[in-house]
């Protein structure tokens, strides 16, 4: 049996958890919050960056606005340990989806997640569906629900 496409993973996760999502899919890849804000029209603070990271061994996620930067130092204290970056591998084995299509939520594994306070600033939000070049809107509030992530000050 073959593998899903990642998008269709994604969609199959989403639909598992009962949410209607309208997933777009670009003609390019938008693999940095800067691509995806300007090819969506929206402002930069609304794309959902998906970090995986690594403390201690293990992945943790970390949601943050498309405006702002992680600091590692502090989401190492909220982890109780060392933040560092993740590898590829690391993120594929923990999440299913490549960096640049990784999605806020729908992974093989539930992660450690800690979502930026700023994401809350807007009312819609966009995350990546799966991959570079496929994403999907929703209400900024129903983010934390669906991720399981812990609202936080981590950023710089």
């Known amino acids: 049996m073959s593998r899903l496409p990642a998008n269709e993973r994604f969609r199959a996760a989403v639909d598992s958890l009962g949410v209607e999502l309208n997933i777009v899919r670009f003609s390019e890849e938008t693999r940095t919050a800067a691509e995806a804000a300007t090819a969506l029209g929206c402002e930069l603070g609304q794309i959902i ?3 995986v990271f690594q403390c201690q061994g293990e992945p943790v996620l970390a949601l943050t606005a498309g405006d702002q930067q992680v600091d590692t130092r502090t989401l190492g204290e909220l982890c109780g340990g060392t933040i560092e970056k993740a ?3 690391m993120v594929r084995d923990a999440t299913g989806f490549a960096i640049g299509g990784v999605p806020p939520f729908g992974h093989l594994t ?3 997640c800690f979502v930026d306070q700023n994401i809350r600033l807007h009312e819609t939000v ?3 569906a799966g ?8 209400p900024s509030d129903r983010l934390v629900d669906l991720s399981g992530g812990e609202v936080a000050n981590f950023v710089i």
Do not use: M
């Open 126 to 128: 966009w995350g990546a």
């Open 87 to 89: 590898g590829a591998e």
């Open 49 to 51: 960056k998906s970090l």
């Open 110 to 112: 539930q992660l450690r």
């Open 131 to 138: 991959t570079p070049d496929t994403v999907f809107a929703l």
